[in-house]
C-alpha cells in the first residue's frame, strides 16, 4: 500500500480558495486512483472527488454535486502529487478531508466499489467560517 499524506487545510471565509496535495510519502502515485472524501462534523464521509488512471496525470474525473463547478482535481507531471484546488467556499464545506488511493484504476466509476480505497492518508481540518 502506498503511504499518503494531505496537506493544504486551514480557515478560510466563505468565498475564499484553498488548494490541498495529497503526496506519496515514498515512490509515486502512478498506478493508482486517487479520490478525494470529506467528513463534515456529525455526518458520514463522502467522496466528492476521483481522478482514475495514472496517478492523476490523465484519466476520467468526476465529482459530487456539492462541488461541482467549485472544485478540480488534477495532478502533476511527476506523479507524486494529487491536489484538489477549491473555489468559492462555503461553511458546508466544513469538514476533514481525506485522499485515498487504490490499484484499481476504474474505481471512480464503479458504482458498488467506489468507496473502497485501500490507502488513506491522515486527513487535513478545512474551515469556512467568518
Known amino acids: 500500500q502506498v503511504q499518503l499524506v494531505e496537506s493544504g487545510g486551514g480557515l478560510v471565509e466563505p468565498g475564499g480558495s484553498l488548494r490541498l496535495s495529497c503526496a506519496a510519502s515514498?515512490?509515486?502515485?502512478?498506478?493508482?486512483?486517487i479520490g478525494w472524501f470529506r467528513q463534515a462534523p456529525g455526518k458520514e464521509r463522502e467522496r466528492i472527488s476521483c481522478?482514475?488512471?495514472?496517478?492523476?496525470?490523465?484519466?476520467?474525473?468526476t465529482y459530487s454535486d456539492s462541488v461541482k463547478g467549485r472544485f478540480t482535481i488534477s495532478g502533476d507531471n511527476g506523479k507524486t502529487t494529487v491536489y484538489l484546488e477549491m473555489r468559492n467556499l462555503r461553511p458546508e464545506d466544513t469538514g476533514i478531508y481525506y485522499c485515498?488511493?487504490?490499484?484499481?484504476?476504474?474505481?471512480?466509476?464503479?458504482?458498488?466499489?467506489?468507496?473502497?480505497?485501500?490507502?488513506w492518508g491522515q486527513g487535513t481540518q478545512v474551515t469556512v467560517s467568518l
Open positions: 515514498s515512490g509515486t502515485l502512478e498506478n493508482y486512483a
Open positions: 481522478i482514475s488512471g495514472n496517478g492523476g496525470s490523465d484519466g476520467t474525473t
Open positions: 485515498a488511493a487504490d490499484p484499481y484504476l476504474l474505481i471512480c466509476m464503479d458504482p458498488e466499489y467506489g468507496t473502497m480505497f485501500t490507502s
